[in-house]
């Protein structure tokens, strides 16, 4: 037998043992996030879905959630005497910021929000929140059963038990103007641009003018000169337009737009005019000294 035979079998024995100990992790997982509830049968999913399956179970918005670095799908249903029924999916991201990322991009300001974790909405026949990581689904045949899904989301936030708290950097939005709840972070391709991520935006209104406010947080600092040279090159801005406190680009498919970089970040205001960019540029100064 050649020494390369001879390591297969060890190294397929390498990989089985490596794989039971993830699915094992991945089960523990899944039935501590999910609380036993009197009355209601518990049924937890076998499946733990991952980026590679997806698609099975959420087709059509699969790439969304990829988008945001998603990890892992727990499922489970309840069920009572009455055929009324509880689903629920959790879904793991790889960090707090992503999971809030999806979640921005499913809740809508006009919403009924409720304390649950992070932030969570509701209505007659669906719960959601975050909390961490973790972007918590509940929904339910049944209209009737509002406040059991409420009980129950507060139960798996128990069960999560991390630090129920939305992305600081939500704190530098200036708060004149904001159209609450409008917050978003879009972690790639900010507006239309592959190399523009990392983003938070957010709705404002003054008078009749509507416009929007982002700040740019990547982890690597260096990333935000990279991403200043190729949006430059882009547009075609002029060398010497390239430096200063506040840049002003034109910029062909989103209009005038207004940039403030300061240590870490980079700041703009977009779809509105110099007054009004200049105000809300000074205050973003505030807000990120």
């Known amino acids: ?9 060890a190294w397929m024995i390498l990989m089985a043992l490596l794989l039971t100990g993830l699915t094992g992790r991945a089960d523990e997982k899944k039935k501590a996030l999910f609380p036993t509830v009197k009355g209601w049968n518990l049924k937890v999913g076998e499946q733990v879905y991952t980026s590679d399956n997806l698609w099975n179970i959420i087709n059509g918005a699969a790439d969304a959630y990829l988008s945001y670095d998603f990890q892992k799908l727990y499922t489970a249903e309840y069920m009572n005497g ?42 007659e026949d669906a719960y959601y929140f975050i909390n961490g990581p973790y972007y918590v689904q509940i929904s339910t045949n049944d209209q009737g059963l509002s406040g059991e899904m409420g009980s129950l989301a507060r139960r798996i936030e128990q069960n999560i038990d991390y630090p129920g708290r939305l992305p600081q950097t939500l704190d530098h939005f200036p708060g004149k103007g ?11 391709n900010f507006m239309g ?12 209104k003054k008078q009749d003018q509507s416009f929007r406010v982002f700040i740019i947080h990547p982890e690597n600092q260096q990333a935000i000169g990279e991403m200043l040279t190729k949006y430059f090159d882009f547009v075609e ?18 209009g005038k737009v207004w940039l403030y970089r300061h240590g870490g970040y980079l700041a703009g205001v977009m779809n509105t005019e110099q007054p009004v960019a200049k105000e809300y540029i000074g205050l973003l100064r505030e807000q990120l000294q």
């Open 1 to 9: 037998m050649t020494p390369s035979k001879m390591m297969r079998p």
């Open 193 to 204: 641009y592959s190399y523009l991520h990392s983003a938070f935006v957010a709705d404002y």
């Open 178 to 188: 904001l159209v609450k709840n409008s917050e978003k972070y879009i972690a790639s």
């Open 82 to 123: 009455e055929d009324q029924r509880l689903k629920v999916y959790i879904f793991e991201h790889s960090t707090p910021t992503n999971a809030f990322g999806i979640y921005s991009q499913e809740r809508s300001n006009d919403y009924t929000f409720v304390p649950t974790g992070a932030q969570g909405f509701k209505n």
């Open 237 to 254: 801005q002029p060398a010497d337009k390239r430096e200063g406190a506040v840049i002003k680009v034109e910029d062909p498919y989103n």
